[in-house]
């Protein structure tokens, strides 16, 4: 039984989208826990969220990821989250806890969030059809743990109030999708595949084509994108066609580049790809600039110091909107990943950034006018809760459906081969330094200046998208192998181009199925 080629592509790359249930599931249990009496002071608070997101994970992985391949990384991320896991549930003192916290923070969450994009579009096993459908699915999968996480503290919390199993279970959960992103590629040899496994267990993940291509094993790349892109068939037009396409962009890469291996200096000294390595790391600290990893770590203190105290609210209660805001953003991640082949990268950033500013500009509005102090039965109190709940619910659907998605896809497709690993790594660290200044900050801010600090993501949102609309090109529909020539000739300002424009996302399959060379062109 062979499964349609988009079909087999599509279940690997949701296979290694594991990766991103832990992200969100670590995510979601720091912001249930973390609003605990034991965590009651503020720079407590901001220490264990900001280890969560630290960047100490992205530099090794790049060496990691060149020398050994983006699925025994994967597989090393998988181990080291394990392991601190298994800390922070056995935790007897808060050493121990922050000492779990590091390694399944920094280290694994960093490890797999930037390697499952990397292998989903940059290592390279999507149709350019389907690679932003495929690549944002990591923020869909991400969801689903944030989804599990935020029910599961609420369980916790309703029915294992004042015991340590209240905290100990949901920090004992978050090692369950970590076991088969592990044991799976590591105890399933796939001489042993038959029919049943063609379905479940030939999920494992294949070593990236465009990796092994690089690594001057081409035969192997042949037979893997083969099995990725035509049941098997290593005569197929499309499959040959693209291992031209790898060729060529190694070469032109090799030549620009000092030798066979890409170094760190190449990244800042080729302007096309310092313009990318620029645009990739500020996307990534933008997004953190939006707010949402204040809403998101401490949804629950913000929730009770700014209203559940007034309104009676109890800690069980809060957890319940935060559930149900987990439950939009499943809702807004689907839509991205249905339609992002189809608007592009540009038009969804833009648009997000916008209205994300503009949440925060009605929930300043409403703290600045009505700072909290409204008794808890009087009609304004009532509605003032709905509005900012609404608020908050709008800001996470158009964050999910367009910010989040592609603050990690897009990063992950610019690059080429030779650059990408070491590239991604930087980028993303971008976002855990962004992460750690806000889950610093934060705490001390509401508590300091209150909806004043709303002000700055206010302002983020908008000249967030200012910056996309003004410098990002459109890469939607290229293939992989066109990004150096876009980024050399794209100009900097790209409104009014070419450049700016969502293409037929279908053309570079078709070119490919007819065997044309690679010959890079504007939309």
């Known amino acids: 039984m062979n499964l349609p080629p988009k079909v087999y592509t599509w279940l690997c790359g949701l296979f290694a989208s594991l990766g991103s249930i832990i992200f969100g599931y670590d995510l979601g249990v720091i912001a249930g826990r973390v609003m605990g009496p034991r965590y009651n002071n503020s720079n407590l ?8 997101g630290f960047f100490f994970g992205m530099v090794p992985v790049a060496y990691v990821a060149d020398r050994f391949g983006r699925r025994k ?15 922070q549930t056995g935790a007897q003192n808060m050493d121990m806890m922050l000492a779990g916290r590091f390694f399944a923070g920094s280290f694994g969450v960093g490890i797999v969030s930037d390697l499952a994009p990397l292998y989903q579009a940059g290592a390279e096993i999507a149709h350019p059809s389907i690679r932003g459908r495929l690549t944002t699915l990591q923020q869909f999968m991400l969801g689903i743990g944030a989804f599990c996480a935020s029910w599961i503290t609420f369980g916790t919390s309703a029915g294992l109030k004042g015991t340590p199993a209240e905290w100990r279970v949901p920090l004992c959960i978050q090692i369950i999708p970590a076991i088969p992103l592990l044991a799976f590629i590591l105890l399933l040899p796939e001489s042993h595949v038959k029919i049943f496994s063609h379905v479940i267990f030939r999920l494992i993940l294949l070593r990236s084509p465009r990796w092994l291509a690089e690594k001057g094993r081409m035969d192997e790349a042949l037979t893997t994108l083969a099995r990725l892109h035509s049941n098997g068939d290593v005569t197929d037009r499309f499959v040959l066609s693209q291992i031209e396409d790898m060729k060529a962009d190694i070469h032109k890469a090799r030549d620009i580049g000092e030798s066979r291996k890409c170094s760190w200096k190449e990244l800042f000294t080729v302007p096309s790809n310092l313009r990318r390595v620029s645009l990739g790391y500020i996307l990534q600290f933008s997004v953190q600039m939006t707010g949402v990893s204040a809403i998101q770590y401490y949804s629950t203190t913000v929730g009770q110091t700014l209203k559940s105290i007034q309104m009676g609210f109890t800690s069980t209660r809060v957890l319940l909107f935060q559930s149900i805001n987990s439950v939009i953003a499943l ?24 209205a994300s500013g503009l949440s925060f500009v009605v929930g300043a509005i409403l703290m600045a006018r009505w700072p909290g102090t409204v008794n808890k039965h009087s009609e304004f109190s009532r509605i003032s809760l709905t509005v900012i709940l609404d608020r908050t619910w709008i800001f996470n659907f158009f964050f999910s459906a367009c910010i989040g998605p592609l603050s990690w896809a897009y990063p992950a497709e610019i690059f080429s081969t030779r650059t990408r690993a070491k590239s991604t790594a930087i980028t993303s660290s971008s976002s855990w330094i962004s992460n750690f200044f806000i889950a610093q900050v934060t705490p001390r801010a509401f508590q300091a200046i209150g909806w004043k600090f709303y002000l700055v993501f206010a302002i983020c949102g908008h000249t967030n998208a200012l910056f996309v609309w003004a410098f990002f090109p459109e890469t ?36 490919l199925r007819q065997g044309k060379e690679i010959t890079p062109k504007c939309f």
Not at 45 to 52: K, N, T, Y
């Open 45 to 52: 608070q901001g220490l264990i969220a900001s280890i969560f």
């Open 476 to 511: 939607c529909g290229r293939r992989l192998e066109e990004m150096d020539a876009l980024f050399e000739d794209a100009p900097l300002f790209v409104p009014g181009t070419s450049y700016a424009k969502v293409g037929d996302r279908l053309a570079a399959e078709r070119d």
């Open 73 to 87: 990384s994967i597989q090393l991320g998988a181990a080291v989250y394990m392991f601190g896991g298994a800390l």
């Open 331 to 354: 809702i807004g991640e689907a839509c991205c990943v249905m339609w992002v082949d189809h608007t592009g990268r540009r038009k969804p950033l833009i648009i997000g950034n916008i």
